[in-house]
């Protein structure tokens, strides 16, 4: 065959694939293995690279505005929650989680303050919360919660009417709380598998009825937020990793003229100083 026959074979094979793929035709059971032509991407739909950016850039201007710095993100949840009720034993009553992540865990107690902008500040900051809900202070308005729920904040049993739990048997303790996770369970569309006792205050008969009820935990505190500050527990007066810290829904009437999301962003700025970041309660137990 002559150089000039090889180079027409040559430009015709050229052309004849040009076509077939042009034209979509020519595919064979082996086609699926070809490069597919790139694709430019949808107008729509940004690269990821290009996200991250306008994320932070998002994330640092709505933590700027409540005067904060955005938190690292936390480390993944644990394979194994350090915290566990086994089948038998008695409900574990915890103030802090076994960990070394330098994380800590928020909870919000009661429920009587329904700001809107908390529920605002929550969806632009996104830091994660668990809500201790009591009846008493939520019935006015239990649909104020749900925008909170919705981000994936936990919901967590408080009791019905806020008693002083010493001083109830065991089968008024365990109305308290076992109508708590009904109702619970009823508005916000799950059982709350975490209480804490009001006023912390908690005996062998709260312990007996909450794991009749369900509970997998009762739940204390190490710190607790006040207007400005934090009380601790512990004489050194820092936060420790794994630290449980208690807050409440609670307005200018309660702080002294103070709103609930200064009262929270101060505490996010107690936490972030001490090189805290927040992670989620029921990701550990």
């Known amino acids: 065959m002559t150089l000039g026959v090889d180079k027409k074979i040559v430009t015709w094979a050229a052309l004849t694939a040009a076509a077939l793929l042009i034209s979509g035709c020519g595919g064979t059971a082996g086609a699926d293995t070809a490069t597919a032509p790139t694709r430019p991407a949808s107008p729509t739909t940004a690269p990821a690279e290009a996200k991250a950016p306008d994320q932070a850039a998002q994330a640092s201007a709505a933590y700027k505005k409540w005067g904060l710095k955005p938190f690292a993100a936390p480390p993944a949840p644990p394979r194994t929650k350090p915290v566990t009720r086994k089948p038998g034993e008695p409900v574990p009553v915890i103030s802090d989680i076994p960990t070394e992540d330098k994380v800590v865990f928020i909870t919000i107690d009661d429920g009587a303050e329904k700001d809107p902008e908390f529920v605002k500040m929550m969806e632009e900051l996104k830091v994660p919360v668990t809500m201790f809900l009591t009846d008493s202070a939520i019935r006015t308005d239990y649909g104020y919660f749900k925008p909170l729920t919705a981000l994936g904040n936990g919901v967590a049993n408080h009791t019905l009417t806020h008693p002083n739990l010493r001083t ?3 089968s008024a303790q365990q109305h308290e709380i076992c109508g708590q996770q009904t109702k619970l369970e009823k508005e916000y569309g799950t059982t709350p ?9 908690w005996n062998e008969d709260t ?8 509970v997998d935990a009762i739940v204390l505190w190490r710190e607790s937020m006040q207007i400005k500050n934090m009380q601790y527990q512990r004489g050194d007066k820092k936060l420790h ?3 449980i810290i208690l807050a409440h829904f609670r307005g ?3 702080l002294k003229g103070t709103t609930m999301t200064r009262m929270t962003a101060n505490m996010l700025r107690h936490i972030q100083e001490q090189g805290f970041t927040v992670a989620r309660l029921e990701d550990y137990v």
């Open 168 to 170: 109830l048997g065991r």
């Open 193 to 201: 598998r975490l209480f804490r006792p009001p006023y912390g205050n």
């Open 207 to 214: 312990r007996a009825a909450a794991g009749a009820c369900g």
């Open 241 to 243: 990793p794994g630290d």
């Open 252 to 254: 200018p009437a309660e």
